[in-house]
């Protein structure tokens, strides 16, 4: 096997890893939800459209995803005072206690399953991990031009 393919097997599993995260810490949202309302709370407030790019994600994915997070009290929508046929997206102060909430039980969980790692081993992952997610992304953007 080639580099390349072990480290595809390794983010797959790390995907597995992620799931068993979203369940436990993520109870109230999911890996979904969390993300989605991770992205209003970026944005301050946002449309659709932006939450949508933002995930890079169709337009009818985001709008499921928003519409079960306000039905849940965790964003509002209110008109987009630029345009009133669209509706801009603000966290509720519900959502922004659900998602430290949240935040804080996935920290929690990557601290105990850490506890045998350095610091330094920590950082150095999440380092790589970023430097991984960056080069994906500018590949992505080489792929749409190209």
């Given at each position: ?6 480290l ?11 799931r ?11 890996s979904?939800?969390?993300?989605a ?34 039905g ?27 998602l ?25 992952l999440?380092?790589?991990?970023e ?16």
């Amino acid at each position: 096997m080639t580099a390349s393919e072990d480290l595809v097997i390794a983010l797959y599993r790390l995907g597995l890893v992620q799931r068993s995260i979203a369940r436990h810490a993520l109870a109230e949202l999911g890996s979904q939800g969390f993300t989605a309302l991770a992205v209003v709370h970026r944005l301050g407030d946002a449309r659709v459209s932006d939450v949508a790019e933002q995930l890079s994600v169709d337009l009818s994915v985001a709008s499921r995803q928003l519409a079960a997070l306000a039905g849940a009290g965790y964003v509002e929508r209110e008109p987009d005072p630029d345009d009133r046929r669209a509706t801009r997206l603000r966290i509720t102060p519900l959502g922004t206690q659900v998602l430290r909430d949240s935040h804080r039980r996935m920290v929690a969980t990557a601290t105990r399953a850490l506890a045998g790692w350095s610091e330094d081993e920590v950082s150095q992952l999440a380092a790589q991990l970023e430097r991984l997610r960056e080069d994906f992304a500018a590949a992505v953007v080489r792929e749409e031009i190209a």
